[in-house]
């Protein structure tokens, strides 16, 4: 059976999303994302809405974030879909919002470690050659 007009497969998905099939099983496993629909064949199709929702958890997964905490945020953001303004749902978001900013901050530091020690070993390089 053909997939549907715009469902995707697991492979599709993958393919649009850079996340390895085993990726998006797991995360499948962990109640994070669920397919749309399956073929009669038992065969994953995936809406955009699902894909989009794949998306959310690659870009926290290098900030750190957990699988409960992923969780946390992807109910929150269907919550405020369904009651867009209410002030604690925001105030949640919030939260979110200062967690993400302070592991991004959190990631430039390192990343700026890494970045001189880099460097100085460029230098070392430079001097035992040249």
């Not at 997964?61 to 953001?77: I, N």
């Amino acid at each position: 059976m053909p997939a549907r007009t715009g469902l995707l497969q697991i492979g599709q998905v993958a393919e649009r999303t850079g996340l390895s099939l085993r990726t998006i099983r797991f995360y499948e496993e962990h109640g994070l994302v669920r397919p749309t629909t399956r073929t009669e064949g038992g065969f994953r199709l995936y809406s955009d809405d699902d894909v989009a929702r794949l998306e959310v958890i690659k870009r926290m997964k290098p900030l750190g974030f957990t699988v409960e905490e992923m969780q946390e945020l992807l109910g929150l953001l269907d919550e405020l879909a369904a009651r867009p303004g209410d002030a604690a749902l925001v105030d949640r978001l919030r939260m979110f919002h200062e967690a993400a900013t302070a592991r991004v901050r959190a990631l430039r530091e390192q990343l700026a470690v890494a970045e001189g020690f880099a460097g100085d070993l460029a230098g070392r390089l430079g001097d035992a050659t040249g």
